[in-house]
T-cell receptor, first 106, second 114 residues
Framework: KNEVEQSPQNLTAQEGEFITINCSYS?????LHWLQQHPGGGIVSLFM???GKKKHGRLIATINIQEKHSSLHITASHPRDSAVYIC????????FGTGTRLQVFP | DAGITQSPRHKVTETGTPVTLRCHQT?????MYWYRQDPGHGLRLIHY???????DKGEVSDGYSVSRSKTEDFLLTLESATSSQTSVYFC?????????????FGPGTRLTVL
């Protein structure tokens, strides 16, 4: 069993839909990192959070340390949100999930 | 965007040949990392550096070596490339040690070993 698991692995949506991507982990952490990998391959940091919720534009990340779970939400999804979303736990080291591939169609 | 470049961006080579990938940063961050990304796996740490001439192994270091002679440059060398090293390689940098803070990634290098 992977220490960091993401679900779903693949996700398709229509433009405008509300998207939720989940990240569950089994290790003790101090924080969690959400990253976005564009179709061209570049990786961009979205959020780092250790408690509660963070919001940036249409993106919202939440974390529940006790339940060892984090979610990334995208409101009013758009085709340009199509990417792979990766969570990584921050503890003694970074452990990356395998990513959720999101495709948003017009 | 953090100033991180990788070179080359794409490389095709043959089994048994040496390969060196370069990561260059303009952010003066202390920590630099090399990861590989393969289907079905999360990013996996190969080696990292915590200062000039200070490096350590990650979880998949076999077959790789690194060097950091200047703050801004971190080199990854495959002494004798094998097909199992076909992958996409990412460099990353951070101000704090891994586990303490955010990391910023380079654009990646796609390496194919025939």
């Amino acid at each position: 069993k992977n220490e960091v698991e993401q679900s779903p692995q693949n996700l398709t949506a229509q433009e405008g839909e509300f998207i939720t991507i989940n990240c569950s982990y089994s290790v003790g952490i101090s924080a969690l990192h959400w990253l976005q990998q564009h179709p061209g391959g570049g990786i961009v940091s979205l959020f780092m959070l250790s408690s509660g919720k963070k919001k940036h534009g249409r993106l919202i990340a939440t974390i529940n340390i006790q339940e060892k779970h984090s979610s990334l939400h995208i409101t009013a999804s758009h085709p340009r949100d199509s990417a792979v979303y990766i969570c990584a736990t921050i503890g003694d080291k970074l452990i990356f999930g395998t990513g959720t591939r999101l495709q948003v169609f017009p | 965007d953090a100033g991180i470049t990788q070179s080359p961006r794409h490389k095709v080579t043959e089994t048994g040949t040496p390969v060196t990938l370069r990561c260059h940063q303009t952010e003066n961050h202390r920590y630099m990392y090399w990861y590989r990304q393969d289907p079905g796996h999360g990013l996996r740490l190969i080696h990292y550096s915590y200062g000039v001439k200070d490096t350590d192994k990650g979880e998949v270091s076999d077959g790789y070596s690194v060097s950091r002679s200047k703050t801004e440059d971190f080199l990854l060398t495959l002494e004798s490339a094998t097909s199992s090293q076909t992958s996409v390689y990412f460099c990353a940098i951070s101000e704090l040690r891994q586990g303490s803070g955010e990391q910023f990634f380079g654009p990646g290098t796609r390496l194919t070993v025939l």
